[in-house]
C-alpha cells in the first residue's frame, strides 16, 4: 500500500477538469492507494479507501456516525463512464446544501466518504486515521532505518 497523497484540490468546472476526478478515483481503485482531496466549487471534502481496506473503513464509520448521530447517507453508485462526474457532482451537491455527511460505495471498489467543509474536525479526524493506516502499513513492510544508522549512512 502506497503512502496517502496530500490533500489535493480538485476542481469541477471544465470536461478537463471533471476527468481529473475520474482519473483520481481509478488512481485510488488500481493502485490500491488512500486518497483525500478538497473539490471545487463545492469546497467538501473527499476520502478515498479502497473497499479492501475492511479495518480502515468500519473506523471511518465509526467516526462519522458519531458526529452524525448515526445518520449518515449511504449511497452505492455504478455510474457508467459518461455520467460518473454528473452523478457524483449532483451528491456533491446534496452534501453541501445539507451540511450532512454521505458516504459512497464506488463501483463495488472504493469507498468514498464527502463532508461538508462546515465540519473541520471530522475532515481532520478521517485524515488522521488515514496517515495513521498508512504509517502502519509502512511499519508492517519493513526496511525502516534507525536515526543513528542513517546518521552513519551520511556519514554526519
Not at 10 to 22: C, F, V
Not at 38 to 45: A, D, K, L, Q, V
Amino acid at each position: 500500500m502506497q503512502p496517502a497523497l496530500p490533500t489535493r484540490i480538485i476542481p469541477l468546472s471544465t470536461s478537463y477538469q471533471r476527468t481529473k476526478l475520474e482519473q483520481w478515483l481509478t488512481e485510488a481503485i488500481v493502485n490500491q492507494t488512500r486518497l483525500t482531496a478538497t473539490y471545487h466549487p463545492s469546497r467538501i471534502f473527499l476520502a478515498a479507501v479502497p473497499l479492501t481496506d475492511v479495518e480502515l473503513i468500519a473506523q471511518l464509520k465509526r467516526c462519522l456516525n458519531a458526529e452524525d448521530d448515526g445518520d449518515v447517507s449511504q449511497v452505492e453508485i455504478f455510474p457508467s463512464r459518461k455520467y460518473t462526474t454528473v452523478i457524483l457532482q449532483k451528491l456533491f451537491d446534496h452534501v453541501e446544501e445539507t451540511k450532512e455527511c454521505l458516504t459512497l460505495t464506488y463501483l463495488k471498489k472504493l469507498f468514498i466518504i464527502v463532508v461538508p467543509k462546515e465540519k473541520e474536525e471530522l475532515m481532520e479526524e478521517i485524515e488522521d486515521w488515514i496517515d495513521n493506516a498508512d504509517a502502519d502499513d509502512a511499519l508492517r513492510e519493513g526496511g525502516s532505518t534507525t536515526l543513528d544508522d542513517l546518521i552513519r549512512e551520511l556519514g554526519l
